[in-house]
């Protein structure tokens, strides 16, 4: 129930005029602001997708909600997917930096 409400209220805030950018999309300032006062998320790591994109894991520890965002060069950010019950890796399960 708790991921179908918060799926409803990601559709009804990309919903507005100021996504009209693009489907799921808006100022990244304006997604990132939102995903810390509605959410309490905050950003917990991401990486390059070649020039074009950045893609970004914003969490919950507190709630469990998380989102993936992809901000394009422009400063657009895309909400790729969102959803609940966010559980970190354990420690043995990360990856880790291995010499070469």
Known sequence: MRGTIRNAVVATFL?????????????????????????????AGGGL?????????????????????????????CVMAAGTNWHPAMESQQIRDTPA
């Open 15 to 43: 919903a507005t005029p100021v996504a009209a950018q693009g489907a799921g999309c808006a100022p990244r300032d304006v997604v990132v602001d939102r995903l810390d006062r509605t959410y309490g998320e905050v950003y």
């Open 49 to 77: 997708r070649g020039r074009h994109a950045i893609f970004e894991i914003w969490i919950s520890a507190e709630d469990g909600t998380w989102t993936i965002l992809m901000t394009r060069p422009d400063g657009i950010a």
